[in-house]
């Protein structure tokens, strides 16, 4: 259970804050061992509320797990500032301290942002505003969209860029930046599909992103400016690997019916899709999905590469990206939009996936007898080439046996 202190004093000459039930928008602010970051972050953030920000809020602090002074730091803010609450949970985990502090707040309007505050606050307003309207259900800050400005370094930048292709190709999202540490909900939408959530790390974001999308929600994009914190202590490969667990768990608990979203609003009207039958817009459409493919293989190559030897980081990333590929290419490529037949195109479509692990085996372990220690970006040339030829195998094996059309039950 967590424990919790909300502190609130007057003084004269500084506007008060919203006594708690009275904020329209509730911020909370995930921290584990952020002692460096806490006390001029929020202090930053509480004057900009009270400074330039239109609406009463209030800003909850959500400790999971600090072994460091984060926690005393946390309280005394609590003492200090109006409108500044604080909430400890012992189990670390950025997602359930979200839900654990959204799902107290009688706000209107939920929001959380990183302890870092990466994102320049003046995008608060945009983010919040068409909440608060009722134009908007789900807003998220993006650094992916065009109008937005970013500084970090290239090889986040790239992990950012496929994760969400990976996401796209996968579960068919269309939100643009599932990682951006900035984001709100509405109250009601939250009291939905909080409960549907499981993950309590990382991958909550996506995790609730994807159900609200799913349910036909509307979900706001605000491009925003963002700087990255050097200093940022999260494990890349980790979180990575965590990351496609959850994609793989929310994936089959889609298809299974397991995870069942309640529809609370209209779906958005879809463009009907392309004939699914010529040649040449297949493989338009399968070219598409290779390329989005060929980039979450790569990410997941090099995340699991550091922990798992050469050929067994290939079969992972292949085998994953291979599933994934075949479920993307069934719906958008050939057209097959009926559950009917769908694990049995998967089974034909891992025999293809067994021929591209055997060409892409053999030319890994051609380069390893050739140059016993090679670099790394020379086993990725390597293994790219080679994917490239199993992609047209594959293709052609789409095309002619796994979603020929005729086949009893492959209802389009």
Known sequence: ?????????????????????TAQVEIVVPVRNEERHLRPSVRRLRGYLDDAFPFPARVTIADNGSSDGTWAQARALAAELPGVHAVRLDRPG???????????????VYAYMDVDLSTDLDALLPLVAPLLSGHSDVAIGTRLARGARVIRGPKREVISRCYNLLLHASLGTRFSDAQCGFKAIRADAASALLPLTTDTGWFF?????????????????VPVDWVDDLDSRV?????????????????????????RVPALRSPRLQAPAAPAGRLGGQLARFAVVGVASTAAYVLLYLALRSV????????????????????????????????????????????????????????????????????????????????LTATLVRFGLYRGWVFRPGHRGDAR
């Open 1 to 21: 259970m967590p424990t919790t202190e909300s502190i609130s004093r007057t003084r004269p000459a500084v506007p008060a804050g919203p006594p708690p039930g």
């Open 94 to 108: 950025r997602g359930g301290a979200l839900r654990a502090a959204w799902s107290a707040s009688p706000a209107r």
């Open 205 to 221: 974001d996506t995790e609730l992103l994807v159900l609200a999308e799913r349910a036909g929600l509307r979900i706001h994009e």
């Open 235 to 259: 494990n890349v490969a980790a979180t990575a690997v965590a990351d496609l667990r959850g994609i793989a768990r929310v994936r089959a608990g889609l298809a299974r019916g397991t995870i």
């Open 308 to 387: 798992l030897p050469a050929l067994a980081a290939n079969a992972v990333s292949l085998l994953l990206t291979a599933v994934a590929n075949t479920a993307v290419n069934r719906r958008v490529t050939f057209g097959i939009r009926a559950r009917r037949q769908a694990g049995r195109h998967q089974a034909r479509g891992l025999i293809a996936f067994g021929i591209g692990l055997a060409l892409t085996s053999a030319a890994l372990a051609a380069l390893h007898a050739v140059s016993p220690q090679p670099g790394r970006a020379a086993e990725l040339a390597v293994l790219i080439a080679a994917s």
